[in-house]
């Protein structure tokens, strides 16, 4: 019975042991080893906590306790021997002056990691007004590239995109706000590209186009994000350059667009070099509310979904297999009933009043809108 004791407390020891080790693990960027104070630039004292925590046997914690630190630029690099955790409590600021990275495209990156996590509720606070003044991306294709607040590069789990993500697997970003004011260009949430089996659930996202889904991302899932102000959310511009890879497997459900200047898009660009595809797109569940249509005269769109139910199909483009379910849209405006119109798409049609579903046709246009409003 002694021994049974024994060996019981043993594994008691044991027990509390590993967990005081784990606890242990936990790399403080304000301890006396790395020195940070709220107010102070931090990015050395980040880059050795950082450095330290991946070096780790054992799972690790980098930590940013509540406060405002400066952070001129960072670049988080694995593979780490561990998982490692990100806990970001405080404010972490960009400098204004995004002439000052070292890295023209990124202020925050992460490269190469496996099991990487990160959490804490803090902000990564871009400062983007200077840079969105400098930015004629919109106008110029050719244009320079602004920082991209937070990048996400070969992963295996805010001045231009506030995250980018590319070539990623497997990855989930919850819990997240996103937001920029009105005035802000162009600054999309969430991009996407080139990656597989990427999630994004219950986030809060007011600025450009919430997420933007772009060439060779597949398996991609939106579920449970409030939308707006902003643009809706998107997959493309796609066919801009050459060889340009499929998009397929999209899922969008549980959401809500809020004053959003359009609503569900998938737009390419006019005379792509190369021919590509986007498949297997399911929307459900999509309440829009205040949401305006506008038209680009530079992109084009497959299909279009905006608070009027709108599809753009232009001529050149072919779209198959498109179906519309179970829609209800309530137009609460002053210039008369809703209808809609189809051209170069013939979808199939269930559970949906003749007023949404392609009432009359038109040789260029798919749009349901007040019937007395002009586009």
């Known amino acids: ?93 960009a400098p204004v002056d995004a002439g000052q990275l070292t890295r023209p495209d990124t202020w925050v990156g992460f490269q190469y990691i496996d099991m990487l996590t990160l959490s804490g509720g803090g902000t990564f606070d871009g400062q983007g007004a200077l840079a969105w003044s400098q930015n004629d991306c919109h106008k110029n294709q050719n244009c320079k ?35 920029a004011p009105d005035e802000s260009r162009n600054t999309d949430g969430i991009h996407i590209g080139a990656s597989t089996g990427i999630n994004i659930t219950h986030a809060k996202i007011g600025t450009g186009d919430c997420v933007s889904i772009g060439d060779d ?70 309440i829009m509310l205040r949401s305006a249509m506008s038209a680009s005269r530079t992109l084009r769109a497959h299909l279009s979904l905006h608070l009027q139910s709108s599809l753009y199909v232009p001529g050149a483009c072919r779209v198959e297999n498109v179906e519309l379910t179970d829609i209800d849209v309530t137009y609460g405006g002053d210039q008369g009933p809703l209808t809609s119109q189809c051209s170069n798409v013939k979808p199939t049609i269930t559970g949906v009043i003749k007023a949404l579903g392609c009432a009359t046709s038109t040789p260029w246009h798919l749009f349901l809108y007040p019937r007395s409003r002009k586009y």
């Not at 920082?147 to 989930?172: A, S, W």
């Not at 991609?220 to 902003?230: A, L």
Request: hydrophobic share 35%; aromatic share 8%.
């Open 1 to 93: 019975m002694a021994l049974k004791l024994s060996f019981l407390a043993m594994l008691l020891f044991l027990l509390l042991a590993s967990k005081a080790k784990a606890h242990a693990s936990v790399f403080d960027v304000t301890s006396a080893t790395y020195g940070a104070k709220p107010g102070s630039d931090v990015s050395k004292a980040l880059a050795k906590a950082w450095s330290d925590a991946c070096a780790s046997p054992s799972a690790s914690k980098v930590v940013v306790p509540s406060g405002t630190y400066k952070l001129k630029e960072a670049t988080f690099r694995g593979p780490c021997k561990a998982p490692i955790e990100m806990q970001v409590q405080g404010t972490l600021q």
């Open 145 to 179: 590239p602004i920082p991209v607040n937070l990048r996400f590069e070969f992963l295996i789990p805010n001045k231009n995109f506030h995250m980018h993500v590319f070539r990623c697997n497997h990855t989930t970003f919850q819990h997240l706000t996103i937001t």
């Open 217 to 286: 991302s597949h398996q991609i899932t939106v579920t449970d994000v409030t939308c707006g102000p902003g643009h809706g959310i998107s997959i493309g511009s796609l066919g801009r350059y050459k060889e340009e890879k499929n998009v397929t497997g999209i899922i969008v459900k549980n959401c809500t667009l809020t004053n959003t200047q359009n609503g569900l898009r998938i737009k390419t660009w006019p005379d792509s070099p190369s021919p590509s595809t986007a498949s297997d797109i399911h929307y459900e569940d999509i």
